[in-house]
């Protein structure tokens, strides 16, 4: 009987520990794949990797983590309701290690971005920390919207590694001030590679005077125009760093694109408060 009584003992405790294992490995499976309402997506299906990271973590939670060795355009994103005709301001943390672009396209990359649809924010790419990233929409007719948290792009696709955490949404308030306030960059050198051939263009006094005139043209005209119910101000600032990279399309050829100009301008954008922003470079020499 005594030896009975030990072998059930020995029984119960090794199932209970079996059984805490079990649960432990069931806890950390949830851990990794707990998307909290977040849909996966992706172009090439079966080819990119969602899991939870609790080894790269931001403000000591979690992160998203999305993991693409191949060439594809994948995203979290969630089901967000929204009032028609507001504006919005998503915004999240990103991390990114070795992401490239399948054909160097811009506005592809590690991003937030509306599902369906072209809104986006910057596109992040190569190997950086975490840094803030921010999408400003207007929902226009639309009651709900899809967020998402994206490797890759609308009209592109993506490989590497990139981290998501701290999401924010924050709702628009109606501006009443007529005031506007404009900011503008006027880039003085553009040093890029072009079909392997260095490009040096720059602008001159006299550019920056032609500018400098033409913006206080622009005042003038807003409040003429509007009979005095709309002002604009505008603080002009001259950049030295070169222009040094132009995004490029199939139909437009080379153009400046956001991810062109971020790193020179984000300090002074994020220091005030400018409803639009002017970005001025030369991109083709004099002719005569």
């Not at 054909?103 to 509306?114: F, L, M, Y």
């Not at 910057?122 to 994206?150: C, H, L, P, Y």
């Not at 590694?161 to 503008?184: M, P, R, S, Y």
């Amino acid at each position: 009987m005594e030896q009975n009584k030990k072998t059930s003992k020995i029984s119960y405790f090794l199932s209970l520990a079996i059984l805490l294992v079990v649960l432990y490995f069931a806890y950390q499976y949830y851990q990794k794949n707990n998307f909290n309402d977040f849909v996966r997506s992706e172009t090439n299906l079966y080819t990119s990797q969602f899991t939870r990271d609790k080894e790269v973590q931001y403000n000591n939670k979690t992160s998203y983590k999305i993991e693409a060795l191949q060439y594809n355009d994948a995203m979290f994103y969630k089901k967000v309701q929204v009032k028609k005709n507001q504006p919005y301001k998503v915004t999240c943390m990103v991390k990114t290690n070795q992401v490239e672009t399948k054909e160097n396209q811009s506005g592809v990359g590690a991003q937030i971005s509306i599902e369906g649809s072209t809104e986006r924010s910057i596109a992040i790419s190569g190997t950086q920390d975490w840094q803030k990233i921010e999408m400003i929409f207007n929902s226009k007719n639309r009651e709900e919207v899809n967020i998402g948290f994206r490797l890759g792009g609308y009209l592109g696709e993506a490989k590497g590694e990139v981290w998501f955490a701290d999401f924010t949404i924050e709702e628009g308030l109606e501006e009443q001030n007529n005031n506007w306030k404009f900011a503008c960059f006027i880039f003085k050198t553009t040093d890029v590679t072009i079909n392997q051939k260095q490009i040096k263009l720059a602008v001159t006094q006299n550019d920056i005077k032609d500018i400098n005139n033409t913006i206080n043209l622009f005042k003038s005209a807003c409040s003429n125009m509007s009979n005095g119910k709309m002002t604009a101000n505008c603080d002009i600032y001259e950049i030295d760093t070169p222009l040094s990279s132009l995004s490029y399309d199939t139909e437009f050829g080379y153009f400046v694109s956001a991810e062109d100009i971020e790193d020179q301008i984000r300090d002074t954008i994020a220091s005030h408060n400018y409803d639009h922003i002017f970005a001025i470079v030369r991109l083709r020499r004099r002719t005569t």
